[in-house]
C-alpha cells in the first residue's frame, strides 16, 4: 500500500509538471497584451515596451517558463502582474474561501445524494423515486448560475431570510459566515447530487437483488439491517469513483457559482486573472486547481480500497 | 441522522441570531461590480479606482458637481499674467492618515512622479506643460509653465493627481495613505474594501460617516437582492438597461446626473467617404439623437453636440440639437458623389452595451440615406490594437476628463492626441478657437469661445458625440444626503446612514 501512495504521488508531480507546460503554453496564446491591461490605452508604446520589460514579457518563452517553475520549485508562484502583489498570498486566501465552500457542498453532496439514492431505490418505480428523479435531474439540467440566481432572487430579493452573497464581515462570527455560505453551497450541491444519488440508486437495485441480500433477508433480518448495514456499504463503491469525478465537477462549478454570489474563492479569482492577463495569477490558480483534482483522485482510490477489501494495490 | 438533523437546526439557530446583531452606526454598505487593479493614485483607471481615490485622497484642487474647480488641500491661488506661472497656498493643519502633517515637498514629489514616464499615469499628458516645481516654503507650491494655460488649477483635480506623501510612495500601492475623509482599513482583493473616518480631516465637520464597506459583486441581480436584503445601502453606477427595475420599487431610491462621458460615432477623415466634409454632414443629418439615447442608453443619457453636457456653465443652449433632416442629408451625399449611398462595415468593440446598441442605431438610421453599414462586433483587446484609429467607422467611448479644455483639444484640436488617433479632423477655425480658449483670461471670455467650440462642431462635425451618459446610482432610502457626482466617484463626504 506504502509503495502504491508512493507511486501514485510520484505520478502526481510528473502530471504537475506537464500541466504546467499546458497552462503555460495556453496562457502564452491567449490574445491580448497584459502590459495594455496595466498601463492602459492612452500609454505610448515606449512605455508599453517598458512595462513588457519590466514584467520580462520579451524573454523566449522557455525562459519565462523556466523562471516561473523553479519558483514554484522555492515555493513562490511568482507575483500578479496586475496587482503588483504576491501570487500565493492571494491564491492561499482565495483557497481558503474557496476550501470551505467545496469542503460544505461536497459534505452535502455525499450525505443527501446518497441518501436520496438509497431512498430511490428502496422505493423504486414508486412515486418517491420518480420525485427523487425528477428533482435531481431538475438540478443537473440546467446550469449553476441560472439556479444561483434563481435562489438568489427567491431567498434573499423576496425572502430576505439569507444574503445575496459575499462572505460577511471580516469581524463576523461562524453564525453569519454559514448564512453566507448556505445559497451557494445549496447551487452547487444541487447541480452535483444527480450523480451521486442515480449511481447510489441503480448499484443499490443492484445490491438489493444479490444473493447474500436475499439470505440476509431470509434469515429475518429486519429491513433496516439488511439496508444500511449489509447493502450500502457494497453498494456505495461505484459512489465513491462518482464522488472523485463529482470534486472535478466541483471546482469547475466554484468558478461559476463564486461569480454569482461573489464569493471571493479561486475561482473568481481566475475569472479576474484571465479577464486581465495576468499571468502568473492565471498560471498559478490553474495549477493549485490541478493539484487539489489529482490529489482528490488518489484519495476516492484509497477510499475505494478501505471499502473493499478484495481490492489490495500492488 | 436524528443527530445530523439536530446540528444542522442548530446551526440554522446560531445564523438567525447572528442576522439579528445590529450594523454599527453610520456605516454605509456600497457595491461596486468590478475588482480594482491597483491603489496607486497615480496608476489608476477604472471607476471603481477612481472612489478609492477620492475617498482616501485629496487633490490640491477638487471639481465640483457642476465642473467648476474648488480650492482642497489648496486654499488659495494665484496665476501670473502670463498665465505661465501658478502659486498655491496649501491648508494649514492638513495631516496624513498616519500623523505626518502635508508639506510643499509631498506635492511636488506628487506631480513629479505623475510627470515621470515609468509610473506610466494616464494623467501624464496634461502635465507635460510644466517646466519646473518650486516649493518656496512648506505651505507653497509654485508651477511654472512652458505655456499660458488658464485651466491649470482644474487638471490638479484629476483624478491620478492625487497627493501622496512622499515617503511612502514605494508602499502607497498596498498601504494608501492619503490625507482624503476616509482611511482604508482592509483591501480584499476580489472581496471589499473597509474604510473608517478620519477624523483629522481638514473640515472637522466632515466626514459624518463612521465607516464605509464596499464590497464587489460583479452580478447584476446579486446586487440588487443585497440592496433589497439591507445588506447594502447604495449601488455604484446602475447600468442603464437596469435602471427601470430599480425605479418601479418603493424602497429604492435613484439619483442620476448628467456626466461628460460620452459614445461616439468615429468618422475617419484619412479615408474615403469620411474625407469628404459633406458625407460628415450627411452622417451627422442622418441621425436622431434622442432616438439614440433612447436605443443605446434606454434614455439614460442626455443628447448633446459635443462632450460638454447641457449642465455644464458652457454648454450652448441656443445652438439647437440636429434633427434628422433625411432630404438634405441625401441631397449632400449626391453632391459629395454618393447618389445611391455606399455599403461599409461598422465596427463596435463587443462587451461594452451601451456602444453596441449605439451602433445598432446608428446602422439602422443610415439606411434611409442609402448608408448600408455593416456591424461587425470586435473583442476589446483586437478594437483596440486594430481598430481604434485604423478602421474608417466605428463605435468609440470615452470617460470624462478633468477640464472642459483636457475634454475637448485632444480630440478636436488638428494637433491632438486623440484627433490624430480617432477622426484626424483638421479644421482651421476650431484650431484657432481651441487655442484662444486655453489662453483666455477670464471665464466669460472662455464660456463665449467653448460656445463657439459647439457651433463650429455642429457645422462642420468630425464625427458624431451623439449624448452624454448619466451616471446613476440606486440607494436605501436610510441614505441622506447623497448627490451622485458628474466625475462618477462617490463623495460621502456629507453623507449619513439613518
Known amino acids: 500500500m506504502t509503495v502504491y501512495i508512493l507511486r501514485r504521488l510520484l505520478a502526481i508531480v510528473g502530471i504537475l509538471i506537464v500541466t504546467s507546460v499546458l497552462i503555460f503554453g495556453v496562457t502564452q496564446v491567449l490574445p491580448g497584451n497584459v502590459a495594455y491591461v496595466i498601463v492602459g490605452q492612452f500609454a505610448t508604446p515606449e512605455v508599453v515596451a517598458a512595462v513588457e520589460q519590466r514584467l520580462g514579457l520579451n524573454d523566449p518563452v522557455y525562459v519565462q517558463y523556466w523562471r516561473w517553475a523553479s519558483g514554484i520549485l522555492r515555493g513562490d508562484l511568482g507575483q500578479s502582474m496586475v496587482m503588483d502583489r504576491p501570487v500565493a498570498p492571494l491564491i492561499w486566501d482565495a483557497l481558503r474561501a474557496s476550501a470551505l465552500l467545496a469542503v460544505l457542498s461536497f459534505i452535502c453532496v455525499t450525505i443527501i445524494g446518497i441518501a436520496l439514492g438509497v431512498i430511490a431505490a428502496v422505493r423504486r418505480n414508486k412515486l418517491t423515486d420518480h420525485a427523487v428523479s425528477m428533482f435531481t435531474y431538475l438540478g443537473i439540467s440546467v446550469p449553476e448560475f441560472f439556479w444561483g440566481i434563481v435562489l438568489i432572487i427567491l431567498f434573499a430579493r423576496y425572502l430576505h431570510w439569507l444574503p445575496s452573497g459575499g462572505i460577511g464581515d471580516s469581524d463576523a462570527d461562524w453564525g453569519t459566515r454559514l448564512k453566507h455560505l448556505i445559497l451557494p453551497t445549496a447551487t452547487l450541491t444541487f447541480t452535483l447530487i444527480a450523480h451521486v444519488s442515480r449511481l447510489t440508486r441503480s448499484s443499490m437495485i443492484e445490491t438489493l437483488r444479490s444473493n447474500y441480500v436475499r439470505n440476509a433477508r431470509a434469515k429475518g433480518l429486519p429491513e433496516r439491517v439488511v439496508i444500511y448495514g449489509h447493502a450500502l456499504r457494497n453498494a456505495l463503491l461505484p459512489t465513491i469513483t462518482v464522488l472523485a469525478i463529482d470534486v472535478g465537477w466541483l471546482i469547475g462549478g466554484i468558478v461559476v457559482v463564486e461569480s454569482v454570489f461573489a464569493y471571493p474563492g479561486l475561482g473568481r479569482l481566475l475569472i479576474f486573472a484571465i479577464e486581465r492577463h495576468d499571468l502568473p495569477l492565471i498560471q498559478g490558480t490553474i495549477l493549485i486547481i490541478a493539484a487539489i483534482y489529482a490529489v482528490a483522485n488518489l484519495i476516492a482510490d484509497l477510499l475505494y480500497a478501505f471499502f473493499n477489501p478484495k481490492i489490495r494495490y500492488a | ?498
Open chain 2, 1 to 498: 441522522m436524528k443527530r445530523l438533523f439536530g446540528w444542522i437546526l442548530a446551526a440554522g439557530l446560531v445564523a438567525t441570531m447572528a442576522a439579528g446583531a445590529a450594523q454599527a452606526e453610520g456605516t454605509l454598505r456600497v457595491a461596486v461590480p468590478s475588482n480594482v487593479n491597483t491603489l496607486d493614485p497615480a496608476k489608476t483607471k477604472i471607476g471603481e479606482e477612481y472612489i478609492i481615490n477620492n475617498l482616501v485622497f485629496s487633490g490640491l484642487t477638487e471639481s465640483d458637481p457642476k465642473g467648476q474647480v474648488k480650492p482642497d488641500l489648496a486654499e488659495s491661488w494665484t496665476a501670473s499674467d502670463d498665465l505661465k506661472t501658478w502659486t498655491f497656498k496649501l491648508r494649514d493643519g492638513v495631516k496624513f492618515h498616519d500623523g505626518r502633517p502635508l508639506e510643499a515637498e509631498d506635492v511636488k514629489a506628487t506631480i513629479e512622479r505623475v510627470m515621470d514616464k515609468a509610473t506610466a499615469s494616464v494623467a501624464r499628458v496634461n502635465f507635460s506643460i510644466v517646466e519646473a516645481i518650486e516649493t518656496p516654503d512648506k505651505n507653497t507650491v509654485v508651477f511654472k509653465l512652458t505655456q499660458p494655460y488658464a485651466g491649470f488649477a482644474e487638471i490638479l483635480a484629476d483624478r491620478q493627481v492625487r497627493i501622496v506623501p512622499r515617503d511612502k510612495l514605494d508602499t502607497i500601492a498596498s498601504k494608501p495613505i492619503g490625507t482624503g475623509p476616509f482611511k482604508l482599513d482592509l483591501f480584499q482583493p476580489g472581496d471589499r474594501f473597509e474604510l473608517s473616518k478620519n477624523a483629522d480631516y481638514y473640515n472637522p465637520d466632515i466626514p459624518k460617516l463612521d465607516k464605509i464597506l464596499i464590497r464587489i459583486i460583479p452580478e447584476r441581480a446579486a446586487q440588487f437582492a443585497a440592496l433589497e436584503n439591507g445588506e447594502i445601502d447604495l449601488i455604484w453606477d446602475v447600468p442603464p438597461e437596469t435602471i427601470s427595475q430599480y425605479k418601479d420599487n418603493p424602497n429604492v431610491e435613484m439619483d442620476s446626473i448628467a456626466t461628460s462621458t460620452w459614445d461616439g460615432v468615429i468618422l475617419n477623415a484619412n479615408q474615403k467617404p469620411f474625407d469628404d466634409q459633406r458625407v460628415r454632414k450627411a452622417v451627422s443629418l442622418a441621425l436622431d439623437r434622442q432616438g439614440l439615447v433612447d436605443i443605446a442608453l434606454f434614455g439614460a443619457g442626455t443628447p448633446t453636440h459635443t462632450m460638454i453636457p447641457p449642465t455644464h456653465p458652457y454648454y450652448n443652449s441656443d445652438l439647437p440639437i440636429t434633427k434628422p433632416d433625411i432630404a438634405q442629408a441625401k441631397a449632400l451625399l449626391a453632391e459629395a458623389g454618393y447618389a445611391d449611398g455606399f455599403e461599409i462595415p461598422l465596427y463596435v468593440p463587443s462587451g461594452r452595451p451601451t456602444r453596441e446598441r449605439l451602433g445598432l442605431g446608428v446602422a439602422e438610421m443610415l439606411k434611409p440615406i442609402g448608408i448600408r453599414a455593416e456591424i461587425q462586433r470586435v473583442p476589446w483587446d483586437k478594437f483596440v490594437k486594430d481598430i481604434e484609429g485604423k478602421a474608417a467607422f466605428f463605435i468609440d467611448g470615452f470617460y470624462s476628463r478633468p477640464t472642459i479644455d483636457t475634454s475637448i483639444y485632444p480630440w478636436y484640436h488638428s494637433t491632438g492626441s486623440w484627433n490624430t488617433t480617432l477622426w484626424n479632423y483638421s479644421n482651421p477655425e476650431m484650431d484657432k478657437v481651441l487655442d484662444a480658449a486655453r489662453a483666455a483670461k477670464t471665464d466669460e471670455e472662455r464660456a463665449a469661445l467653448y460656445k463657439k467650440f459647439q457651433e463650429v462642431a455642429e457645422a462642420s462635425p468630425a464625427g458624431i458625440i451623439p449624448y452624454v451618459l448619466n451616471h446613476t446610482n440606486a440607494f436605501s432610502p436610510k441614505v441622506k444626503n447623497f448627490h451622485s457626482h458628474p466625475m462618477m466617484w462617490l463623495d460621502l463626504r456629507e453623507v449619513t446612514v439613518e
